[in-house]
């Protein structure tokens, strides 16, 4: 908050307030401006067109209305990637999958992806995580305890700050030879 006009600026000096105005201001020279600046958030998305009443002075009368239109956009989502490797890998030998996520924007909690592996694929064990906050919780795909053999996975509970990634590795392995799509 900021005021070039003199006088009060009246509530619109604490967070939350709605409703700002200036009494007692100026004086201002001819030709000259004043200015009052005021930061404002919205936790809705789009435009809003906020529109002020008639200035007016006790030497030149009412004057016209100001309009400023405040456009929201929504923060970028979060990106998943993964990778696998080594490619190819020896039947029951581990593979690694690198999940990445890539956090830009603003501060995200509580995400969670699930991974179903394709048919053939089991879980073995997880090596890392690092940049996910307080602790991902690791599950199977149904919310359970995570195990060698699984199916799949569950990661959640994945809070991140913003313009920050979060790394996991994880083995998994196939009995069965041949090329797997996931």
């Known amino acids: 908050f900021s005021n070039t006009c003199g006088g009060t600026v009246t509530p619109g000096q604490s967070?939350?307030?709605t409703l700002i105005s200036l009494t007692g201001g100026g004086p201002?020279?001819?030709?000259?401006?004043?200015?009052?600046?005021v930061n404002v958030t919205s936790a809705t998305t789009g435009n809003s067109t906020n529109t002020t009443g008639q200035v007016s002075s006790a030497n030149s009368g009412i004057g016209n209305t100001a309009s400023a239109t405040l456009t929201v956009n929504a923060p970028p989502a979060p990106v998943l990637t993964k990778v696998s490797a080594p490619d190819p890998v020896g039947v029951n030998r581990n593979a690694t999958y690198t999940f990445?996520?890539?956090?830009?924007?603003?501060?995200?909690?509580?995400?969670?992806?699930?991974?179903?592996?394709?048919?053939?694929?089991?879980?073995?064990s997880t090596v890392s995580n690092?940049?996910?906050?307080?602790?991902p919780v690791f599950q199977d795909q149904a919310s359970g305890a995570l195990a060698a053999g699984d199916l799949g996975i569950r990661v959640s509970n994945i809070d991140m700050a913003a313009n920050t990634t979060c790394t996991i590795v994880i083995n998994v392995s196939s009995a069965t030879p041949g090329a797997y799509n996931n």
């Open 28 to 37: 201002v020279a001819p030709g000259a401006s004043c200015q009052i600046q």
């Open 130 to 135: 690092a940049g996910c906050g307080g602790g």
């Open 100 to 124: 990445r996520v890539v956090n830009s924007g603003v501060t995200n909690n509580n995400m969670a992806f699930i991974d179903t592996f394709p048919v053939g694929v089991v879980y073995q």
């Open 15 to 17: 967070q939350g307030d």
